[in-house]
T-cell receptor, first 113, second 115 residues
Framework: DVKVTQSSRYLVKRTGEKVFLECVQD?????MFWYRQDPGLGLRLIYF???????EKGDIPEGYSVSREKKERFSLILESASTNQTSMYLC????????????FGSGTRLTVV | AQKVTQAQTEISVVEKEDVTLDCVYE???????LFWYKQPPSGELVFLIR??????QNEISGRYSWNFQKSTSSFNFTITASQVVDSAVYFC????????????FGGGTRVLVKP
């Protein structure tokens, strides 16, 4: 069964910490995405990548960075966590043509205290 | 830039009532794809439908139906004879250019179906 795996389901971090959220997919998808989900705001795109070592800013990249050293792994980095980054983070992947759609991870609920 | 608007934040209905979720989108691309996803209380995103910009045919799948109108940039979703299991947050989303490109989501509509 194909899937996108996010390393943690729940995470609690302190303000100012550097936080790594890991996402791994086993579908050989070229495209990978990081979203954050907040009530009433839907899912907002943070960063995305259409190829290894390639990254592009989404709609809300401030305070975040990403790394894609291997095709299957896309990491989201909070350089200095702040309380306003408390949210649900969702990773997704897809083929460029999208024939098999998008596959989403089960999410990481991050709380910054 | 793309934008998806779901004006209804929450809809409450009694079981067996029909419910229609509105979705209005903005894009400058001539080729684009529209999606609906369901997010039940368990949290996972469940794919419901994908539509490309060249196919305006309405679609019906069981109790679900979709109405795509390019003239009004709308892609509305109707649940007929709603059931308690339909209680969820529903998202409309748009992908410009190709179906696998970045998705822009609407804010979501929470549907509560009461028995």
């Amino acid at each position: 069964d194909v899937k996108v795996t996010q390393s943690s389901r729940y995470l609690v971090k302190r303000t100012g910490e550097k936080v790594f959220l890991e996402c791994v997919q086993d579908m050989d998808h070229e495209n990978m995405f990081w979203y954050r989900q907040d009530p009433g705001l839907g899912l907002r795109l943070i960063y995305f990548s259409y190829d290894v070592k390639m990254k592009e800013k989404g709609d809300i990249p401030e305070g975040y960075s990403v790394s894609r050293e291997k095709k299957e792994r896309f990491s989201l980095i909070l350089e200095s966590a702040s309380t306003n980054q408390t949210s649900m983070y969702l990773c997704a992947s897809s083929h460029p043509g999208g024939d098999d759609g998008y596959t989403f991870g089960s999410g990481t609920r991050l709380t910054v205290v | 830039a793309q934008k998806v608007t779901q004006a209804q934040t929450e809809i409450s209905v009694v079981e067996k009532e029909d419910v229609t979720l509105d979705c209005v989108y903005e894009t400058r691309d001539t080729t684009y794809y529209l999606f609906w996803y369901k997010q039940p209380p368990s949290g996972e995103l469940v794919f419901l439908i994908r539509r490309n910009s060249f196919d305006e045919q309405n679609e019906i799948s069981g109790r679900y139906s979709w109405n795509f109108q390019k003239s009004t940039s709308s892609f509305n979703f109707t649940i007929t004879a709603s059931q308690v299991v339909d209680s969820a947050v529903y998202f409309c989303a748009l992908s410009p250019g190709a179906a696998g490109n970045k998705l822009t989501f609407g804010g979501g509509t929470r549907v509560l179906v009461k028995p």
